[in-house]
């Protein structure tokens, strides 16, 4: 009956787990964007400092904010990774549950860049020549018609003759959203669209006129031009592999980690680097957070430590190592060490 | 109509021809089915070779004092403080020294080029071993450091000199510096132990990434699930097989049986982590879990391969024991169980190979959590193999493809292992009657 016996202590070892509490380890979640910076902070903060190497895992960015409301304890999370701005939603939940004091800490912005296959042809595209491409309805005569164009020389007679097609992130990505702000809309306001889809909507007043025709700017066409890829950008970059003629979105460190393999496209001439978007000529560009409970401070060992190593500037400055691998500096990370080191609070959204 | 043996009928003719579409039908779904799974094992196998070698550089570095400790005196607190950079700084001078001393031509490299050349991991195993031995400071010692990804992977065709020309990491000075190097014995390609032993990497350094935790990991699991499924699925088993009266509540059970059988493995996983996470209160990324909630998964799944065992053993070795005043429970441990012995451990090393290669319930549970500390047993965070295959496929360093493709090979050596195993305890103590 041995095999009873060791039934019996294993269950007996569980309970005692339950019971026993002092997690030593950071837990952290979020964002799979922000995912490979804070697999590399958490990797030089466990060799450097005197706390064992936080645990990070991905699973998206509302993920890791929904895991971070659900409550303050041993079996939450300290902090969450994300690459869109905390919803009032994920606030209101948090409350709920006890999670009163969130930290706001903002160490970097992530530029999202058009590529294709090395070898194909050089791309100088404008938001208005990727509506116009793949945009649903495109404006002609002051009236919208379905998209037909079939080749990139029919958008914009100075782009290569070859024919379209993209690969673009599926809604669920965090990445998507830029992409439907700063590209679609941005293109159908440029090319007229919007202002038809705005004089034709039947919405009742402004606000909701409005609302329609940037729901309208962001609808793709579905005659299988434009691809969504729910994957990551390593299955976008398979299929570029594979339909060399393809063009797909990428986050910038990606396409910086595989320079052998992608060429980047201009947008609006401007080639997008770590400088240009910092200062702000390259357009589509996100900034990357991170949210810590404050309430876990002094009780999880270490994440004081963790949030400041983060933004310190070996790792999130200029020169640190989260530049090196492909994010853009925050011009204003000086004033967010302070705020971390202060403890501030995030105050309510705008 | 012809009537000679020697001549066939149309009737013949036509069912030999049926009989020999389907002998043809049939060859062509075995050579289809080999034909994907040699592309299959070729495929991985020609990407994940290369994870077993590694390009290694040895060369004298000199632990500078005024670097590593200012002031003297080895205070322990003060020599912690010191960080990684500058270790990797230390370890760039050593290069370039090796490299003046050998007479190599380095024009155009910069000391920040020698540095890209060096896996950062070198940089922590040396501050590592510094720490441990504050003696060495001041002194020259020789050290092994692993090339950086770009460099190894100029070594396994992954990188050319045509692609360092665009790439930011690397450059083609490095490279042909590289294999200066090479030539003169400062760089070599080894068998890369360091895969089956360190922990996983980030993405800057993938020539670091290893499969030590997840390997600690599945074992823990494995072990856990062993220990709980053995005897309580073969308790149920006996239970219901020699015990329990045939009635609707058994038929009942019988068939929920194997129905969870047939459950999709995620939804273990999401019961999982409603009642061990979130209920009962254990922690994320604990093998705890994983081997929990593998071991509902696999329970089933050993379940019927037992009864099935357990019935192959023939009522007259039943009806012999009781009959020279065998009890019931004697019946069954002195006589039925050891004859379905290796049934029962056949269908137990088929359920847990099963369980080896499952990742989806282990993604809800955590398991999926980028981990760099070994665990110190069932309750801290852990990886397991199927799991670190995921992982690394979604890394953007284009090094990580290799290492998902090696860490599949080793996956598969374990399930070939155990399902070995399983055949030759069949081929060995099976009995027929």
Not at chain 1, 321 to 332: I, K, M, Q, T
Not at chain 2, 258 to 285: C, R, T, W
Request: glycine fraction near 8%; hydrophobic fraction near 45%.
């Amino acid at each position: 009956m041995t095999s009873l016996k060791l039934t019996a202590s294993v269950l007996a070892l569980a309970a005692a787990a339950t019971a026993a509490d002092a997690r030593d380890q950071l837990q952290i979640a979020g964002s799979s964007t922000v995912l490979p910076y804070a697999t590399i902070v958490a990797e030089a903060f466990g060799e450097n400092a005197d706390f064992p190497t936080p645990v990070v895992e991905g699973g998206g960015s509302g993920a890791g904010r929904k895991k971070m409301c659900e409550g303050v304890g041993e079996n939450t999370i300290d902090v969450a990774n994300s690459s869109s701005r905390i919803k009032q939603s994920d606030i209101d939940l948090c409350k709920e549950n006890g999670v009163t004091d969130i930290m706001e800490v903002r160490f970097g912005y992530d530029g999202i860049v058009f590529a294709s296959d090395i070898d194909g042809a050089d791309f100088a595209l404008t938001p208005a020549d990727i509506y116009n491409a793949i945009g649903a309805e495109v404006a002609k005569d002051g009236a919208m018609v379905a998209n037909t164009a079939k080749n990139w020389a029919e958008v914009n007679a100075s782009l290569p003759a070859q024919e379209i097609a993209m690969f673009v992130p599926g809604t669920k990505h965090g990445t998507r959203e830029v992409f439907d702000v700063k590209v679609l809309e941005e293109g159908c306001k440029a090319t007229g669209a919007y202002d038809i889809f705005f004089a034709a909507s039947a919405g009742a007043d402004d606000d909701a006129k409005k609302k329609e025709a940037v729901e309208k700017c962001v609808t793709l066409r579905t005659d299988g031009v434009s691809v969504d890829i729910d994957g990551d950008y390593t299955e976008t970059l398979a299929r570029i592999e594979a339909n060399k003629i393809a063009i797909g979105v990428f986050g910038l460190s990606f396409s910086e980690n595989n320079t052998d393999k992608l060429k980047v496209a201009t947008i609006n001439g401007v080639v997008p680097t770590v400088e240009t978007i910092s200062v702000g000529d390259y357009p589509v560009s996100r900034p990357l957070y991170f949210y810590v409970k404050k309430q876990h401070i002094g009780v999880v060992p270490g994440l004081k430590e963790y949030v400041e190593f983060f933004v310190s500037d070996e790792m999130s400055g200029p020169d640190g190592a989260l530049v090196e691998y492909g994010l853009v500096p925050d011009p204003a990370l000086a004033e967010t060490q302070a705020a971390v080191a202060a403890e501030t609070v995030m105050g309510p959204l705008e | 109509m012809s009537s000679s043996l020697f001549t066939q009928d149309a009737r013949t003719t036509a069912r030999n021809a049926a009989e020999r579409r389907f002998r043809a039908c049939g060859l062509a779904a075995i050579v289809l089915a080999l034909a994907a799974l040699v592309w299959l094992l070729i495929s991985i196998f020609s990407a994940g070779a290369p994870a077993f070698r590694q390009a290694f550089m040895t060369f004298p570095v000199t632990l500078d004092e005024k670097a590593l400790d200012k002031e003297g005196g080895r205070d322990p607190a003060k020599l912690s403080k010191v960080t990684t950079v500058s270790y990797a700084k230390l370890l760039a001078l050593g290069l370039k020294a090796k490299a003046e001393d050998l007479g190599l031509e380095t024009t155009g490299m910069k000391s920040k080029d020698f540095a890209k050349m060096i896996s950062e991991e070198s940089a922590a195993s040396l501050r590592d071993r510094v720490l441990a031995d504050p003696t060495l400071i001041g002194q020259t010692i020789e050290f092994t450091v692993l090339a950086s990804g770009r460099v190894d992977g100029y070594y396994k065709g992954r990188v050319t000199m045509k692609t360092a020309v665009k790439d930011k990491n690397t450059s083609p000075e490095q490279l042909a510096l590289a294999d200066k190097l090479r030539a003169a014995g400062v760089l070599d390609i080894r068998f890369n132990w360091g895969f089956f032993t360190m922990p996983d990497a980030s993405d800057k350094r993938p020539e670091a990434a290893g499969l030590g935790i997840a390997i600690v990991g599945s074992f823990l699991m494995m072990a856990l699930v062993l220990v709980l499924s053995l005897p309580i699925g073969v308790a149920a088993s006996v239970y219901l097989e020699e015990f329990a009266p045939k009635n609707r509540w058994t038929d009942l059970i019988e068939v929920n049986i194997s129905n969870l059988a047939a459950v999709p493995s995620i939804v273990y996983g999401i019961l999982g982590l409603s009642i061990f996470i979130n209920f009962v209160g254990l922690p994320q990324s604990a093998p705890i879990v994983g081997g929990l909630v593998l071991t509902l998964m696999t329970l089933p799944r050993i379940i019927i391969p037992t009864r099935a065992a357990l019935k192959a053993v023939p009522p007259s070795i039943r009806d012999a024991a009781l009959g020279v005043g065998a009890s019931p429970l004697q019946m069954v441990f002195h006589h039925v169980l050891p004859l379905a012995m290796p049934g029962i451990l056949t269908g137990m090393i088929i359920g847990l190979a099963q369980a080896l290669g499952e990742s989806a319930p282990l993604l809800l549970i955590g398991m999926v959590a980028f981990v760099r500390d070994f665990p110190g047993g069932f309750f801290d965070p852990a990886a397991a193999l199927p799991v670190q295959v995921y992982n690394w496929t979604v890394r953007g360093d284009p090094g990580f493809v290799e290492r998902a493709s090696g860490a599949i090979i080793v996956l598969l050596i374990f399930l070939l292992i155990m399902n070995a195993v399983a055949i030759v305890l069949r081929r060995r103590f099976e009995r027929r009657w």
